[in-house]
Structures are given as structure tokens and as C-alpha cells.
């Protein structure tokens, strides 16, 4: 069997976050640990749910209870109110979906541009949360990232199986980690009504350009900022792909630099042989290495 072999996510749930329906997995119990995955809302050729994190649920469950939602306007989760398509809406969701569940402080694992919403999230809410995993994450880290070179012009149609075949298998260092379940479900989620209004809103009306993506430079500058002046104070690892040419690696040691400088408790791990998805294309692995830095940062472990 690959080692990627499409694994079932545990049953959904559902709930209410200030007015959002809200669908989230999780399972086992202990040390509570909050998956946020990458991407966003509004794309025609890639769509990312709760389920990218299929392959790190179950095995971790054993020792911690592992959570994964759909974030705001993704997955089967409710679009945002009143068309506020910004990731600062997207950090509030994540934040409140946390609270409504009871949970805090929980070990937060964040990818991509979930990456920077997991951080954005510490920084604001510090009392939410105990630890902090940031994988492959170009939005967060400082620069400029390949994303838009990398995966420009698709031969194939916006949203068709083809194309998000194309756009993940360049994102990963070997096709095969790219599987029929991950595809099926990428596809799923692009079909959605709601999810067609959101590709509708960002694309069509051009929220991206006009909304989106100027707020998140904004933002992005801030928390950097915030991150140079040693506000994180909360045990991180970084966790990185070397293969990944859209999220290189050396923006990732500048990231790891940034917040190493004042917290002694920081980590970096980089896997060989990796792309964007560390944790799909080397799950045992990477599971490993969440399970120690979450132990040794638990409650027990940090008493």
C-alpha cells in the first residue's frame, strides 16, 4: 500500500459559529490539537477542505484528540456574512470555532496560507492557544512567493479533474502522493453551490483583487512585524518540504530565523524529498515529529 493510500476522515460534525455552520472531524482524546489547512476561498482550480489532513487524524489520535475544520467559505462550511471575503474573517472564524468548542489553549498546525491564519490567530489570541506548527507556508514567511509562476497557466480547464490533477501534482514532489480520494474530494467541494458563489465573488466580481489580497498585504506586513518584535512567546516548530518550489525553503529558514531569535523553544525539521504537502507525502514522519513537539509542549510536559 503508498503511504499516502486515501485513508476515510472520521464522521463530520457541525456547529454554530456566530451564525457560520460550521463542519469539523475529530477524534481520540488528550492534548486537544486544532489542524487549519491551506488555500482559500474563491478559486476555480483548486478547492482545499478539513479532509487534506486525512492521513494525520487517525495515527494521532491515539495519544491527543486531533480536530480538523473547514474554514470560512471552504469546505462545506457557510460562505462569509455580508461578502467580507478577507483572511481577517477567516482568523476570526478559526478563533471563534475554537471557542465554541470549548477548547484553549490547543497545540495549533497550520499549512500554507492556513500557516499564517494559525498565526495571525496566536498573535490575537494568545490564551487560545499552547503550541505552534507552521508547515510550508509562503503566505506567512517573509518575501515573495512562487505560487502564482509555479502553477500559472494550467493546460487543462479552470475546475476540471485534469486541472486539479496538474495544480497538485506540482505541488508535490512525487505525482504519486496525488490520489483518486484527494482529487474526488477537491472536486466535491469545487461543486458546491456556495462554493461556486464564492468563486463567483472573488473572481467574477473581483473581490480578490479588490478585497482579498490587499487586506492580507496589509496584514501580512503587521504580523510580521509583530513577530520581529519577539511577540509569538509560545513554543514553535517549522516544518518544511525542500522540495517545494512554491514555498522555498529558504523563506522558511527566514521565518525560522525571525522567530528564533526570541523564543528558544523554536524548531525547524525539513524532510528530503518533499513539495508542499509534507504531511501527506511523508505522513508517518511527519506525524512524529508533531506527536514529540506536542508531548514535550503539553500540559504534563510543559508543567
Not at 28 to 53: M, Q, R
Not at 57 to 67: D, S, V, Y
Not at 90 to 113: C, D, E, K, M, Y
Not at 161 to 179: A, I, L
Amino acid at each position: 500500500m503508498h503511504a499516502t493510500a486515501d485513508v476515510p476522515m472520521p464522521e463530520g460534525h457541525w456547529i454554530d459559529v456566530e451564525g457560520i455552520r460550521t463542519r469539523y472531524y475529530e477524534a481520540g482524546t488528550g492534548e486537544p490539537i486544532v489542524f487549519i489547512y491551506g488555500g482559500n476561498f474563491g478559486t476555480s482550480e483548486s478547492a482545499s477542505s478539513a479532509s487534506t489532513w486525512n492521513l494525520n487524524l487517525a495515527p494521532l489520535a491515539g495519544r491527543f484528540r486531533a480536530i480538523a475544520f473547514d474554514k470560512l467559505g471552504q469546505g462545506e462550511t457557510d460562505n462569509p456574512q455580508h461578502d467580507d471575503y478577507t483572511m481577517r474573517a477567516v482568523v476570526n472564524h478559526a478563533a471563534g470555532f475554537i471557542r465554541a468548542l470549548g477548547l484553549g489553549p490547543v497545540h495549533i498546525v497550520g499549512h500554507s496560507r492556513g500557516a499564517y491564519a494559525a498565526m495571525r490567530l496566536t498573535l490575537e489570541h494568545h490564551d487560545l492557544v499552547r503550541s505552534v506548527t507552521m508547515v510550508n507556508t509562503g503566505t506567512l514567511s517573509p518575501g515573495v512567493g512562487t505560487n502564482e509562476v509555479v502553477l500559472s497557466r494550467p493546460p487543462f480547464p479552470p475546475g476540471s479533474r485534469e486541472c486539479v490533477r496538474w495544480v497538485y501534482e506540482r505541488y508535490s514532489y512525487s505525482p504519486g502522493v496525488v490520489t483518486e480520494g484527494w482529487i474526488d474530494s477537491v472536486m466535491h467541494t469545487l461543486a458546491l453551490p456556495k462554493y461556486q458563489e464564492s468563486v463567483s465573488k472573488i473572481e467574477e466580481e473581483r473581490l480578490g483583487m479588490k478585497l482579498f489580497l490587499p487586506q492580507l498585504a496589509r496584514d501580512k506586513g503587521e504580523t510580521l512585524q509583530w513577530l520581529a518584535e519577539g511577540r509569538l512567546q509560545r513554543p514553535i516548530q517549522i516544518i518544511w518540504g525542500f522540495n517545494d518550489q512554491t514555498a522555498v525553503l529558504e523563506r522558511g529558514m527566514e521565518l525560522y530565523q525571525m522567530v528564533a531569535r526570541h523564543e528558544r523553544r523554536a524548531q525547524l525539521h525539513v524532510i528530503n524529498q518533499s513539495g508542499h504537502f509534507p504531511f501527506r507525502e511523508h505522513p508517518a514522519r511527519f506525524n512524529a515529529l508533531l506527536a514529540r513537539f506536542v508531548a514535550l509542549h503539553s500540559e504534563k510536559g510543559s508543567a
